[in-house]
């Protein structure tokens, strides 16, 4: 019986998802923004939701006035309102709160928002949805007084529907906010990062027609080199057998197809010539996918990415992918990172390294990312924020795990520049872990069989020898490309000792380190054996680097980390001060010394 009521209340919240498909491409549809001030309510006690039973108002036909999704005014000198958010202070959107206010630094809770806002040019024949590229962690969406839905997970984007009760004039949309962490959430309660609070990402009005391009794919085939897979998914009344249309004018390409009864069509288009992108020729085609009433264009780079072997081949070729790994944090800033300028500074940052390729740690990033490396020719890892010890058997987090990463597939599934998705990271083995990454894999394929799948798995010492580190998990079978974190030297193992460190792998795929570093504090001096020193994590990258070049199979390295990081559980004083100190780069901008040790190792790779 509960697992049925488990089933039941699953289907319930993926019916709020299915109901609200995410729109492809949602930044080049016609639009206009409410990114801005928004009027904000701490609501620790979460008064403006629930009534003193603690039963949700949202489920109520008439909602008391302590509702604050109301946004009710008093309507005469006696009525009686509890909160006016027109009287409230402001936040930034797109913004976490925690670096915009000093009282909401470390505040993990609910927190509403409201945007008043008119709409240019109503348009009474077009349909509405409203956009977020990603709200931490869960939000309740309202427009004028009405739910529009609900959605979980702080790093991938969702739209609703609007078009039933929207008006041209003095709508207002409420956020209701909650970052508050739980056991059977994904991520769970310990993380090690910032739990930047907030609605962190762009907000968009969409207008599009009745019957509209929802979603679309188009990439190079896996095998075949002259060929584009592609589909089209049409949503509106006009949607069956109705008439598609792909372009790519560069390559003077045009192909029709009819969709079938469900405003759907999957096909193929032969290409004679092409420019492939890759990371020395960032290529991409503007493409224009067309409908009856509508049109969408994208700028698309068409690649093949696969494994032969130990290797990893970009267009056939062997490509060594010189990583770093990177939070989504403008540290000089403070707070998450979320526009273009962000993005180009930590892709800056990272060619300046001399990296052909980033991990995206250990969330989806914003769509800003991911399009800048599309642009600038850098390989992308992609992580689903399955990280450390989450609830494997509770099926309700299966799903959260499993809508996030459909969410982040969806949107960047047309991005050369992402080629492995990750199911995890430095999660602790069991049957049930090892079902759970196994369904997320098999998800994963079937939704994108282009690209390649892997997970941050750990390593230890053998027990018979303790020089020579091993890589014992089942899940490193269901994998493309074997990856690892491993600290010898920092989190255990002796510094001096790396140089007689050595793995030994016994499965024949591509490895690549996902993670290694140590803590320094910029502008903190002293001899390399003193932890903190930046001489002492210059001495573990010298010491590292050039054994883990004797890793057969070794594809490629991310080390842990660009910039230092805000983290709770990096107390330490004077050397962490709330920060994880593993950055190349401080939260000041300033590079270590160890940042210019692993840029040299990539200009010899160069070479
Ligand atoms: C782990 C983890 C990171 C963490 C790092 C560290 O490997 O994946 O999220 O920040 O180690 O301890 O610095």
């Known amino acids: 019986m509960k697992q049925i009521i488990i089933g039941m209340l699953l289907s319930l919240s993926a019916l709020s998802y299915a109901n609200n498909p995410l729109i492809q491409n949602a930044i080049s549809r016609k639009s206009f923004s409410l990114n801005g001030h928004w009027n904000y309510i701490i609501d620790m006690y979460e008064t403006g939701y629930y009534n003193y039973r603690l039963e949700p108002h949202d489920n109520t036909e008439n909602p008391g006035s302590s509702a604050f999704f109301l946004n009710q005014k008093p309507k005469s000198k006696q009525d009686r309102v509890e909160y006016n958010f027109d009287s409230a202070p402001t936040l930034l959107v797109p913004g976490d709160w925690n670096s915009q206010k000093e009282n909401l630094l470390y505040y993990e809770g609910t927190i509403w928002y409201k945007k008043s806002f008119d709409v240019e040019n109503y348009d009474r024949a077009k349909r509405y949805f409203l956009h977020f590229g990603a709200v931490n962690y869960r939000a309740d969406v309202y427009l004028n007084g009405k739910k529009l839905g609900t959605h979980k997970g702080g790093f991938t984007p969702f739209n609703f529907e609007m078009t039933h009760l ?31 609070g907030g609605i962190t990402r762009d907000v968009t009005v969409l207008e599009v027609s009745s019957t509209f391009i929802e979603d679309y794919s188009l990439q190079l085939d896996k095998e075949n080199n002259k060929l584009l897979n592609g589909f089209i998914r049409l949503n509106g009344d006009a949607k069956a057998f109705s008439k598609v249309n792909v372009s790519i004018p560069e390559l003077k390409l045009t192909k029709d197809f009819t969709a079938d009864a469900n405003g759907f069509v999957k096909f193929q288009i032969p290409v004679k010539k092409m420019d492939y992108w890759s990371d ?180 230890h010492g053998k027990k018979e020898n303790s020089n020579i580190m091993i890589v014992e998990d089942k899940f490193a079978d269901v994998v493309d490309v074997l990856s690892f974190n491993q600290y010898y030297g920092w989190y255990g193992g002796d510094i001096d000792n790396i140089k007689n460190i050595r793995w030994e792998i016994d499965i024949n795929k591509p490895v690549i380190i996902s993670e290694f570093g140590a803590g320094a504090l910029q502008g903190f001096h002293a001899d390399n054996l003193t932890v903190w020193s930046e001489e002492h994590q210059e001495l573990l990258y010298q010491e590292t680097l050039p054994t883990l070049a004797k890793i057969p199979n070794l594809v490629g390295i991310t080390p842990w980390i660009l910039t230092d990081f805000r ?7 004077p050397y962490q001060n709330g920060y994880n100190r593993k950055g190349l780069i401080s939260e000041t901008g300033n590079r270590k010394k160890a940042f210019y040790t692993l840029q040299k190792f990539y200009q010899q790779i160069q070479k």
């Not at 264009?297 to 770093?324: E, H, P, V």
């Not at 991911?370 to 990280?387: Q, S």
């Not at 983290?567 to 004083?573: A, D, E, F, G, N």
Request: hydrophobic share 40%.
């Open 166 to 196: 929207l008006k041209d004039k003095n709508n207002f949309v409420i956020v209701k906010v909650d970052n508050k962490r739980a056991a059977d959430e994904v991520p769970t309660l310990n993380t090690d990062w910032w739990n930047y």
């Open 280 to 459: 020395l020729n960032p290529k991409l085609y503007e493409v224009v996918f067309s409908s009856i009433n509508d049109q969408v264009t994208d700028a698309i780079g068409f690649r093949q990415i696969k494994t032969l072997g130990g290797d990893i081949l970009l267009n056939g070729k062997k490509i060594f992918l010189k990583g770093i790994s990177i939070h989504e944090e403008n540290v000089m800033r403070g707070g998450r990172a979320y526009s273009m300028e962000d993005a180009t500074i930590l892709l800056g940052w990272a060619k300046e390294l001399g990296c052909n390729y980033v991990r995206l740690a250990h969330y989806p990033h914003n769509e800003n990312m991911v399009r800048l490396a599309d642009k600038m020719g850098i390989l992308v890892w992609e992580e689903n924020p399955v990280y450390w010890t989450i609830q494997w058997e509770n099926l309700e987090t299966y799903s959260k795990a499993e809508q996030q990463l459909k969410e982040v597939i969806s949107r960047d599934k047309n991005r050369a520049s992402v080629i492995i998705w990750s199911m995890a990271n430095e999660t602790p083995q069991s049957e049930e872990r090892l079902s759970f990454l196994t369904k997320l894999a098999k998800t994963t394929r079937e939704m994108d069989n282009t690209r390649l799948i892997s997970a941050a798995l750990e390593d």
């Open 567 to 573: 983290s709770p559980r990096r107390t330490l004083i």
